[in-house]
């Protein structure tokens, strides 16, 4: 406790970033410390697994200590750890669950495990604080693409997801096809904004009537086929209008299936989470669509839309609250339910 205020530490490491951050109250971050690992990745195209695990290990400790140093407190004052265990990359998620479990025996503080989409969600808790359950989610990352009802905030309904690529990974690899570079998702946001998104029309896959699951894999391949034809005969590639129309092929299925089911649900609030949540395009289209049928739409700022563990900690508060706890025999999961 610090000035009457419940204090979570919040640690994140599924991915590539390592993140620590201190909240109070569950909503109002007093620090939020992200050491991303995208430049290293970068030159192998994508993340490295075991090269992640290593950083995480070496970067862990600095990130919490400076995560605590920027809140002004120490770890005395910390009421609550939160900490994903999944889903996520085994080897980078136990540095973060090792880091969580040896700070809550030492110190004798209360554990919470948080499912990482969980986490994602709850970065919308932080961006509005007006904002509480029920309401319908929409989770779009480099491993995700779900659409969620939220009916509290700890009973969380999966309503559809990628039966293939995620859409961030569907953008990530065609923007390498394109020679944009990793992560591929901001280039392509980026350069779409160049290009005309009618030039090239890619087929929409939006999979059996009343279905919430997406496909993009086909999508994907129908780019690298345009690409491979253009090539062979010897012409320039429009990249600015592939990357617009494709873009355009990914937001259009997402927005439709999203609107659709928080209507079929009643639901009149709709949240924007994950890194794909920072696509202007995205962000322009769902906040339309939202408007021209009733639904207020919430999405956090983009540092909150990507990795961080101030999202984590908001998502353990609220699972604290109602009466979830961990103790050391907290594992991790590369793939994990709500
Ligand atoms: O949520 P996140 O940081 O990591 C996980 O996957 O958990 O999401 C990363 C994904 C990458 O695929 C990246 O290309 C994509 O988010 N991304 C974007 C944008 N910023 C990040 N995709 C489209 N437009 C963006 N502006």
Do not use: W
Request: aromatic letters at 6%; one cysteine or more; glycine letters at 10%.
């Amino acid at each position: 406790m610090k000035d009457g205020k419940f204090l979570t530490l919040g640690i994140e490491s599924s991915c590539d970033e390592t993140a620590a951050a201190v909240v109070a109250d569950g909503r109002t971050v007093y620090s939020n410390i992200i050491s991303s690992q995208i430049d290293i990745h970068k030159m192998y195209g994508g993340v490295v697994p075991e090269i992640a695990s290593r950083h995480h290990l070496e970067n862990i400790s600095t990130v919490i200590g400076r995560a605590l140093q920027e809140a002004k407190t120490d770890i005395g004052e910390i009421d609550l750890i939160g900490v994903t265990k999944g889903p996520g990359l085994v080897g980078a998620l136990i540095i973060g669950v090792a880091a969580a479990k040896a700070l809550s025996f030492a110190k004798d503080i209360p554990l919470v495990g948080v499912h990482h989409l969980q986490g994602h969600i709850s970065a919308n808790y932080i961006a509005a604080p007006g904002l509480n359950p029920p309401f319908t989610a929409v989770v779009v990352s480099g491993g995700n693409t779900d659409i969620i009802d939220v009916r509290d905030y700890n009973d969380l309904v999966l309503l559809g997801a990628t039966r293939d690529d995620a859409a961030g990974e569907a953008m990530d690899k065609v923007a390498r096809v394109l020679g944009l570079g990793y992560p591929g998702g901001p280039k392509i946001d980026a350069l779409a904004k160049e290009g005309n998104p009618h030039a090239y029309e890619f087929k929409r896959v939006f999979l059996e009537k009343g279905s919430y699951d997406f496909s993009f894999s086909g999508l994907k391949t129908g780019v690298l086929n345009q690409v491979n034809s253009l090539k062979q005969k010897g012409e320039e590639i429009p990249k600015a209008d592939i990357a617009a129309g494709f873009q355009m092929a990914v937001m259009e299925v997402i927005v439709r299936k999203a609107v659709d089911a928080a209507m079929e649900f009643g639901r009149d609030r709709l949240a924007l989470a994950g890194g794909v949540a920072a696509n202007s395009l995205l962000r322009t289209m769902m906040h339309q669509e939202c408007q021209k049928n009733g639904i207020a739409f919430f999405r956090p700022e983009p540092v909150l839309c990507t990795d961080n563990a101030a999202m984590i900690a908001c998502a353990a508060y609220y699972r604290y609250r109602e009466g979830f706890q961990d103790d050391l025999t907290l594992d991790v999961s590369p793939v994990l339910e709500f």
